[in-house]
């Protein structure tokens, strides 16, 4: 079986495979299929991106295509900036500045107050016009400052009670055992094996 990935971004490639691994299935980025695609995300959940997303590179190729949509979503902010959260302050603009932007918007707001979830859903298109989805959440608060080094975007200001770090501080193994796009990735992979299995 073989299943393409719609994204470019190499470190989640990484992640994929590793959650994903099976002999059976062979899992190409879209730059390993050969495949270009700029595709406007105008949904307005995380589902509708990630099915957007995941149909519009299944049409190019007609195969399995899984593609996935992510972001913070910020109690206190109304669930900002949610699926904005990748073009949060303009996609260039670097997450030192988006992360003391929001630890700024929250100056005064009491630690029960500062309550906030990294989601990720997963969806797959199939050849036959199937569409399956997968959402992952990890809880967490807003912390008072940017901490630790791992990771990448927002990770640094996600501080998680249980663990009593930013998911900045804990390392990428430790991570994908309790993040989002983990949880989501391995919901997915139950839900590829029973479609299989019929
Ligand atoms: P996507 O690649 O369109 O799904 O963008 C999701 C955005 O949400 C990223 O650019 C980050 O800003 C944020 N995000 C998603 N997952 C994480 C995470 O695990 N750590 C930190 N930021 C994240």
């Not at 719609?6 to 691994?21: D, Q, S, Y």
């Not at 995380?46 to 913070?72: P, Q, T, Y």
């Amino acid at each position: 079986m073989k299943i393409i990935f719609a994204t470019g971004n190499e470190g989640k490639m990484k992640e994929i495979r590793e959650i994903l691994a099976d002999p059976q299935v062979e899992i190409l980025s879209m730059k390993e299929a050969g495949i270009t695609a700029e595709i406007e995300e105008n949904g307005t959940s995380f589902e509708e991106n990630a099915v957007i997303k995941a149909k519009a590179v299944m049409e190019l190729c007609h195969e399995i295509v899984l593609a996935d949509d992510s972001g913070l979503e910020i109690d206190y902010l109304n669930k900002e900036p949610g699926i904005y959260s990748a073009r949060y302050m303009g996609e260039d603009t670097s997450y030192r500045i988006k992360n003391q932007n929001l630890i700024d918007r929250l100056e005064g707001v009491p630690d029960e107050e500062r309550t906030a979830r990294f989601v990720c859903v997963i969806a797959a298109a199939f050849p036959d016009g199937e569409v399956l989805t997968a959402r992952g959440t990890i809880e967490g608060r807003i912390g008072y400052e940017e901490k630790g080094e791992n990771g990448f975007g927002y990770d640094p200001i996600f501080y998680v009670p249980e663990y009593g770090c930013s998911t900045a501080q804990l390392s990428p193994e430790v991570k994908n055992q309790i993040s989002h796009r983990g949880k989501a990735l391995r919901e997915m992979k139950r839900k590829l094996q029973a479609r299989k299995e019929g």
